[in-house]
């Protein structure tokens, strides 16, 4: 069973739009996911346009990758450095704890992950 980083049975990202590595809704990872996919975060505005200036453009539909293109409000499984480079750069999107996989601690101190967490 995957855990997240509170400790406890990792949770449901998101099924609209379908989003994981493994495309099952949450942010399980594996050893041949080496973007670790692994923080679940609610997109912004801000934090799309930072990821395309980045070079990973998150908005435009890429059907062939199985990938919808996401908007400001949609939730989505982010590589743990993206994650990490954002907040850095102050346009970090909040987090959904209960669904970021425990994985994500190698990349991300726990501190600034509940200072990003999104409130349900």
């Given at each position: 069973?995957?855990?997240?980083?509170?400790?406890?049975?990792?949770?449901l990202?998101?099924?609209d739009?379908m989003t994981?590595?493994?495309?099952d809704?949450?942010?399980?990872?594996?050893?041949?996911?080496?973007?670790s996919?692994?923080?679940?975060?609610?997109?912004?505005e801000?934090f799309?346009?930072?990821?395309?200036?980045?070079?990973?453009d998150?908005?435009?539909p890429r059907?062939?990758?199985?990938?919808p293109?996401?908007?400001?409000?949609?939730?989505?499984?982010?590589?743990?450095?993206r994650?990490k480079?954002a907040f850095?750069?102050?346009?970090?999107?909040?987090?959904i704890?209960?669904?970021?996989?425990a994985?994500?601690?190698?990349?991300v101190?726990?501190?600034?992950?509940?200072?990003?967490?999104?409130?349900?």
């Amino acid at each position: 069973m995957a855990i997240n980083v509170l400790g406890t049975p990792l949770k449901l990202c998101s099924t609209d739009p379908m989003t994981g590595y493994f495309r099952d809704g949450c942010c399980n990872t594996d050893d041949t996911d080496r973007g670790s996919h692994v923080v679940c975060a609610e997109m912004t505005e801000e934090f799309l346009i930072f990821s395309k200036q980045r070079g990973n453009d998150l908005s435009t539909p890429r059907p062939e990758f199985r990938f919808p293109g996401l908007n400001p409000g949609d939730r989505w499984c982010l590589c743990a450095l993206r994650w990490k480079e954002a907040f850095d750069a102050g346009v970090a999107p909040q987090v959904i704890l209960e669904c970021t996989h425990a994985n994500a601690l190698k990349y991300v101190d726990i501190r600034h992950l509940l200072e990003y967490q999104r409130q349900t």
